[in-house]
């Protein structure tokens, strides 16, 4: 009686447990739909690079982002006080104006605070008319007063260590449609400058290019990301 027991018992211990398995391969289940959840903008970043005492150009003229600084706005070809026309025929020892300043634009309504920064880049010629770059410290050796270009105060030198280039970050956020002040305003030649064997004074360039990255950025070294930003491109 006790075996028959036991094997009943079994029995039905097996019966449960195949019961069981029944009970969960048959348990009710669904699933949601899927929630797509989309991320999209219509902002953008605008800047404007202006040297209105160099060639004429404000803000106000529509001509993209940067103008090319070679001429005078039209109407001015001739007008000596613009830096671009001194440039084309310089004499030692003279001033002559130029005034980089950037402007965050926002004439679509889509823009965002930024961060600008200014690139400057130093060439001279050689003899066969070839544009070659050197640090500022050459040029100013070569062609300023001592006390070389004065850079405004608002304008932080992030510029890499023995970099040809000069970099300049803007130490304020730009808002939207403000300007900074311009980085500088004059370039001081020296008296001292020399005409080659033929008579020719040195022919010589000053390159400026603007950048801009997003603003208000939790933990962002803005310094860092504007360097590897102008470096990249």
Known sequence: MKKKRAGLVLTSLLIIAVIAVGLTLALLSTSTGTKTNAFSSNKNIDIQLREDQWDGYT???KEGDSTTGEEAIEGRETDMTLGVNQAKAY??????PKNPTVKNNNEKGNGVKTNVALKVSYYLYNAQNEEIQVTYEAFKDGLLTEDGIEFDEKWDNISIENSLTQ?????????????????????????????????????????????AIQADVDGMNIAAEMVKFINAN
């Open 59 to 61: 803000f106000d003229n």
């Open 91 to 96: 004499l030692p020892g003279q001033v002559i």
């Open 167 to 211: 970099i300049f970050l803007y130490n304020k956020t730009l808002d939207l449609n403000e300007e900074t002040t311009a980085l500088f305003s004059a370039v001081p030649l020296s008296k001292n400058i020399e005409a080659n064997e033929k008579g020719e004074l040195p022919k010589f360039n000053i390159k400026v290019q603007a950048y």
